[in-house]
């Protein structure tokens, strides 16, 4: 599980460029983390999608975990060749992430937008702290 501080990074790596944040994991925040991800990446159709990736995962951090009880979440965005990486990791809670059987169902509908916009998705961690990764794919040239 990636340490959770109050600060903010960027670095450039050998697969490619990485920024990290931590937020307190107020409902508020959300219009933070569009902000910041819209301060970090270029203008376009793909940047909607990996800001509604990572506004999924965050909300569900404030929501479903102990993050949003006077807690936070942060969040890794690594941008690669042909693929936006989002990971948010949250403090913790009982159970995984559920995707809805169906649109009209009462919850789960974020993470079916999640998974149709970033094919690869993985969940690690437990009631400790947790890590949700989506893949979103990146054209080339932007």
């Known amino acids: 599980m990636p340490a959770i501080t109050a600060r903010a990074s960027g670095q450039e790596t050998g697969a490619g460029l ?3 944040r931590a937020f307190p994991g107020e409902a508020g925040q959300l219009r933070e983390v569009r902000r910041w991800i819209a301060d970090l990446l270029p203008s376009c ?3 909607d999608d990996v800001t509604a990736v990572a506004c999924e995962l965050a909300a569900n951090a404030i929501r479903h975990t102990a993050s949003g009880d006077h807690g936070q979440f942060s ?4 941008r690669e060749l042909a693929t936006v990486i989002v990971a ?4 913790g809670a009982e ?3 559920e995707l809805a059987g169906h649109l009209l169902a009462e919850g ?3 993470l079916l937008i999640v998974h149709a ?3 690869d998705v993985s969940v690690t961690g437990d009631a400790s702290g947790r890590v949700v990764a989506a893949a979103v794919p990146w054209p080339s040239g932007n």
């Open 95 to 97: 159970g995984k992430p």
């Open 88 to 91: 948010v990791a949250d403090e």
């Open 18 to 20: 990485r920024w990290w």
């Open 108 to 110: 789960g509908r974020g």
């Open 75 to 78: 969040v890794l965005v690594t």
């Open 117 to 119: 916009l970033a094919p």
């Open 45 to 47: 159709p793909a940047r």
